[in-house]
Structures are given as C-alpha cells and as structure tokens.
C-alpha cells in the first residue's frame, strides 16, 4: 500500500508538470504532495487549456475535486454537467456563453476561485454580407461567427465605424450604415484586442471575400454646352447627395449641399477653361463629365483693314464682353486700355508698334478668336527741301503717314526729328550723314527707303587709317587734306563730345598725329573733328584701351593678389562662386572666368584684418574695376554683370558692340556711379562680383581686378 502510495504521488507529479505547460496555475503556494492527497481538503492546482476554444473541454487539475458540484464561468455561472475522471481530474464542455474571467470551483462547503482568468480562443468568421451593392447611408448586413467581439467596421478606404456606432451585434451578425466616405472594396472586421508589451494595439482583422459596390454619383449632362464665362452652368444626373464639391476646369471649386439630381453654378468663373467637370464624391472619389466647351467672342466685322498706328480701331461681334486682351502682331492692348467695350463692340487705340498681319481676340479662360489681317500705314515722301545741305542744318520732309516716323537716318547716322505731322516733318541733319537717300523708321519698325535723295555740302578730309598707343598715347591718322582740321574733340564718359584735344604732335596734309585726353572715353573711341570751314565730321572708329593709374587717393577694395593672412583678402579667400580655378589665377594676380559662372564669381563678407572694406563719401567717388577679354564674347539679351559693395548690386557697364564684348586683348578701366549707394558706402555686408547669367553666356577669358574707389 506504501509503495503504491508513492507511485500514485509520483504520477500526479509529472502530470502537474506537464500541464503547467498549456494549463494556469491556480494557487502558487500549495503543492501538491502525498500529505495533500491523503486530506480531505478540495484544492485547484490548474485548469486549462488557456485560452480555451468555447465548446471544447475544459480539464481542473487538483485534490479532491469530485466533491466539486457546480462550476461558474463568466457568462456561463452555475455549471453542473460535470465530468468526474477521478477526485484529482475533473472536466467540462465550455459554454458558448462564456466570457473571459476567474473560474470559481463550489462544493458543499466552499468556493474555490482560479489566480488567473480564463480566456478564449475566438477566431471570428465572415460567411458573408448582404446587399452586394448599396448606397452610403444605407444599412449592411454581416453574417459569420463571433461577431459579438468585433470593435469596428471599417470600408475602404481606410473608413472605420466604431462598436457604438453599429446599428446591431449578435454572435452571428451584425448592421451597420454605410459611412458616407465609404469606396467601393472589401470590409474589414476588427475585434481591435490584440496588446503588445508596450500597450500598442494590433488588432485582427478579417477581410470579406467579395467587394462592396457602392453607388457613386453619375453626370447625365452639362447645360449649357458650350457655357459662357461668367454665366450659369447646371450639371444633371443621380445620386448628387453623394456630392461633396465641384471642380471646374480651370480648377475653380464649389461646394455642395442638399443636391439629388442637379447642381446649379449660378456664376461660372471669368478663367474657366475648356474640359472635364468633376464631381468630387464625399468618398474621395472622382466623377468626370463629358467635355465642357465654352462660348467665345465672335468677330463680325471690323471699322477698317488698312490701318494707322495710334489711331482709333472698332471690332464688331458677339461675346465680346469676354475679351481681356487684343493682340496684334508686335503688341497687345489689354481690356483695360479698351476706350469702350460691350457684348457686341470693342474699341480701342492701335498700339504705337503694331504692325501688319492678323490680330487675335484672347479670354481670361485662354481661349482665342482671329481676327482679319490688317496693313498698317508707312509713310510716304514726296519732297525734301532743301536737297542740299550741311551737318546740323534743317531739312523739311514732305508727304503722308510722316507722324509714324520714330527715326530719320542719313547713312548711318540719326538725325533729330524737331517737328512732325502727317503731312510734313522737320529733321536737323546729323554729323556724319553721307549723300544718298534717307531712310525712314516708323514706330512698328518699318523701314521706307525715299527715292529722293540729299547732298551733304561737306568738304572733310580723306582718311586712309587711324591707330592708337592708348590712353594718354598717341593717336596717329592718316589720309589726304588732313590739314583742313581745325579742331579734334572727344567724347567723354557720357559719350557727349566735350573735351577738346590741346596737344599734338606732328601735323601734315597726310599725316596727323594727337594725344588722347586723360579723362575722355577709352575702348573703341570715335574723334569728332571740325574743319577750318566749320564742317564737321566723324574719324573713322579707333580701339584705345588702357586702365586708369592707381594712386594714393585709390581705395583699393579688392586687387586680387594672393596675401598674408593679415592683409586684404586677395585671391585666397571665399570664391562662393567656383567660377575660376584659383591654381590659375594666383600667379597672374587676377580673376579669369570660367566659362559659364554661377551667381557669384567671387564673394566675401568678412571684415579686413585691418579695420573693415573702406568706407567712402558716395557722392564724391565713384567704382572702377579694370576688365580685358582674351577673345570677344559674344552677348545675349537678359545678360548682366555687377559689383557687390556692402550688399549692394552696382551693375558694371561692359563695353558691348556688335553684340560682342572685346577689349582686344588689352585692360580697360570701366567706371560706375556710385551716387545711389549709402552714404558714406558700407563697411561690412557681401563683397565680389555677381553674374545674372540668364542667358547662358560663354564667358570664357573675361578677367576682373581692381575693384577700387577713386575720387571724381
């Protein structure tokens, strides 16, 4: 009897052990020995499984336990249907009812409750949902298993319906309304109750097999179409109420509210444009209408075809009140600029430089109208008086359409236009006019050739060729009758011919020699000179490059030579730009570009060592910094070049001529007013040179150095 004592002791061990594994412990401080089992006492060692699948067994593992006479579960309290295997093992089947919580074992005597709760193993189920298709608002039906522990719904895309939301829930089904941001696609089922350590939820969700086709609204028809900006556009069609907003093309907005089957836009926008509506679903999801054409302006006539620039124009039609602009061929009138304009007339003043061809009626919802082609008026000459006559005299020009003409030429040269009308204009001939025929220039651009022609009573002498030593050099001129100049003047840096030449050297009827005036414009420079008979006359062009000195009343800003580190910051310093290589330029002792720079070429906010960037009375300097191109750079419209002087852009004038910039090779000094900047110029702030390189320009060769003040 002992030794089968022990052997049964032994067995209750083990299986204690293995069901620790899959079972909850009930009471950690017992232990189940063979004092125990010889007791009376009922105790509960662990139950399980755990969790349990409701309708499967349930097993209590501990003493005693055949004096258990009922069994309460949550949800399933007062159980008898007790299986009995022996007084250490009983078991039951779980009710469907059963929640999770603590089991409580009653006997005769007592009430035995488990340390931990039971739980379930509920794998919720869809078999299906009905209606397949519905409408947002309207109630779904969804049939399965466990659904009584579903937390939400959610729709796509993303929608989410919450428990206290549904209209009902059982075990097997439950409704819910259709939320109206709800797409078409699967449902999803949540029990929302799967808990990670750090309290994040991962809920179960349990997709339907088939799709929801949910309604979505349908356009019928657009009314009017075509529709005429600015006027009302109704869209007809089902199911409106699903509508959230409108998109017009052109991107206008509106929002709706209370539509069924149509939608009225009382005002269309001004810039509505041609396309597809969209009705924008309160779902997210977009409906698009058939083409949505627009009314635009017609032209049914016109005051006239054969026109003049400046004088009045009318445009006759239909839906002209549409138009914002007219646009002829070189100029444009906006609506504004119109003198009147109506549903069926415009009328306006023909741009200055208008010019003959076909003109276009435009709309705020870009949409076009062309219109006739037009030819615009030229002049005509039918006289010049006198034909004969000498530089800076009058000329009277005779003939029709002369109040177009913007410019007279003579050869080469402009004239001064100091009186006009149609009909006769009066023009100071220019230095430099040659014989021949004149050409005049209209506003638009139009050039007309005059049959008639005028002689230049000029007696100047013949040059044959002019060189230059540069600035302050000698300027040597050969030719014939050179001995008729009396006088040689030249321009300054406003190209006006103000400064006289007082110093030659040797002079002859074929051989001149003069010195350029320090001070006069340098590059390509044009001497004007004036005859013993007081004829005046043009030298042929003549490059005289050069820089000016630097002296001790210069106020060196950057030279661009490599310095001690407590000196000015030469060509060792920031370089923002990256637009010249520095191994390069060091050893020349200035800036040469690469071939396309960026924004800066050089750059620089920190303060001089010794003090700061010198500091000036604006009004009484002005910039200089020297420039020279290796080989002629070809410019482009928009390009620009400027020195930053304390933050402040001086946009640096480069000589441009021919639509190339070309020093020949040789260092000249560029000047700039300096007037608009603060007084006394900054101290501090950004330093260099910036490049608005637009165009893209190729700049290769173009050096820069000494960015200096000098006084005026």
């Known amino acids: 009897m002992k030794k089968r004592n022990k052997l049964m002791a032994l067995w209750m061990m083990c299986l204690i052990l293995i069901s620790s594994i899959t079972f909850t412990a009930c009471n950690e401080d017992e232990e189940l020995d063979t004092n125990q089992m010889g007791s009376s006492e009922v105790t509960l060692k662990s139950f399980g499984p755990s969790p349990a699948m409701r309708g499967g067994e349930l097993r209590f593992i501990g003493t005693n336990l055949d004096k258990v006479q009922s069994i309460d579960i949550p949800g399933a309290e007062g159980i008898t249907e007790i299986t009995k295997v022996s007084k250490y093992e009983i078991r039951i089947a ?102 990670l350590s750090d309290g994040e939820y991962i809920p179960t969700w349990i997709y339907t097999e088939e799709e929801i086709t949910l309604t979505l609204p349908t356009i019928e028809a657009l009314n009017p179409n075509p529709v005429k900006a600015g006027e009302s556009l109704t869209i007809k069609g089902k199911d409106f109420d699903l509508v959230a907003k409108v998109i017009l093309p052109g991107g206008a907005e509106i929002e709706v509210s209370d539509a069924t089957t149509q939608i009225v836009i009382e005002a269309t926008p001004a810039d509505i444009k041609e396309g597809t509506v969209t009705l924008v679903a309160k779902s997210g999801i977009e409906v698009l209408s058939s083409e949505l054409k627009l009314v ?92 004969a006559v000498k530089a800076k005299e009058s000329i ?124 006069s414009a340098k590059g390509d420079i044009t001497p004007l000179m004036i005859t013993v008979d007081g004829d005046e006359g043009y030298m042929p062009e003549v490059y005289c490059g050069g820089v000016d000195p630097i002296t001790e009343a210069t106020e060196m800003i950057m030279d661009f030579n490599v310095r001690e580190e407590s000196d000015w910051h030469g060509l060792d310093w920031d370089n923002w730009g990256g637009s010249y290589d520095q191994d390069v330029c060091k050893p020349l002792g200035y800036v040469i570009l690469l071939s396309n720079p960026g924004w800066w070429i050089v750059g620089c906010n920190h303060p001089d060592p010794n ?102």
């Open 94 to 195: 779980i009710p469907q009812s059963a929640e999770p919580g603590y089991v409580t074992l009653n006997t005769a005597a007592d009430k035995i409750t488990s340390l931990t709760p039971i739980g379930y193993s509920e794998p919720i189920t869809i078999s299906g949902f009905s209606p397949k298709s519905a409408k947002a608002g309207a109630t779904i039906k969804i049939e399965g298993d466990y659904l009584n522990i579903v937390e939400e719904v959610i729709f796509a895309d993303g929608v989410h319906v919450l428990k206290a939301d549904f209209v009902s829930q059982s075990r097997e089904e439950l409704e819910v309304k259709i939320p109206s941001e709800a797409q078409t696609g699967k449902i999803i089922v949540s029990d929302g109750a799967d808990i």
């Open 296 to 387: 635009k302006p017609a032209i049914s006539g016109v005051s006239a075809t054969n026109v003049k620039n400046g004088e009045a124009f009318t445009i006759n039609g239909s839906d002209l009140d549409l138009v914002t602009e007219v646009t002829f061929q070189g100029a444009s009138v906006a609506a504004e600029e119109f003198i009147s304009a109506s549903e069926s007339s415009i009328e306006l003043v023909l741009p200055a430089i208008a010019n003959t061809g076909v003109f276009t009626l435009n709309t705020a919802s870009e949409t076009s109208t062309e219109g006739e082609s037009l030819t615009f008026a030229v002049p005509a000459v039918t006289g010049i008086n006198p034909d």
């Open 396 to 519: 009277t020009i005779s003939g029709s359409n002369l109040d177009v003409v913007e410019k007279v030429i003579f050869g080469a040269v402009e004239g001064t236009i100091e009186v006009v009308t149609e009909t006769e204009m009066t023009v100071t001939v220019p230095i430099g006019a040659v014989n021949g025929a004149i050409t005049l220039v209209t506003l638009n651009g139009t050039e007309v050739v005059t049959t008639q022609e005028i002689t230049i009573n000029v007696t100047l002498p013949e040059i044959t060729s002019i060189t230059s030593e540069g600035p302050g050099g000698i300027i040597t001129v050969e030719g014939i009758d050179l001995s008729l100049i009396k006088t040689i003047y030249l321009a300054d840096a406003d190209g006006e011919y103000t400064i006289p030449v007082t110093d030659y050297g040797t002079k002859s009827d074929t051989y001149l020699e003069f010195y350029h005036v320090e001070g």
């Open 611 to 712: 003090g700061g960037w010198p500091g000036v009375n604006s009004a009484d300097y002005v910039l200089k910094i020297d420039i020279k191109t290796e080989t002629p750079i070809t410019v482009n419209d928009g390009f620009s070049i400027a020195t930053y002087i304390g933050g402040n852009a001086v946009e640096i004038p480069l000589p441009v001529k021919g639509g190339v910039i070309d020093t020949k090779g040789d260092w000249i000094t560029i000047q700039m007013d300096i007037s608009g900047l603060p007084n006394p110029t900054p101290a501090s702030g950004d330093y260099g040179i910036i490049c608005n390189n637009a165009a893209d320009m190729d700049w290769a060769g173009l050096s820069f150095d000494n960015m200096r003040y000098d006084p005026k």
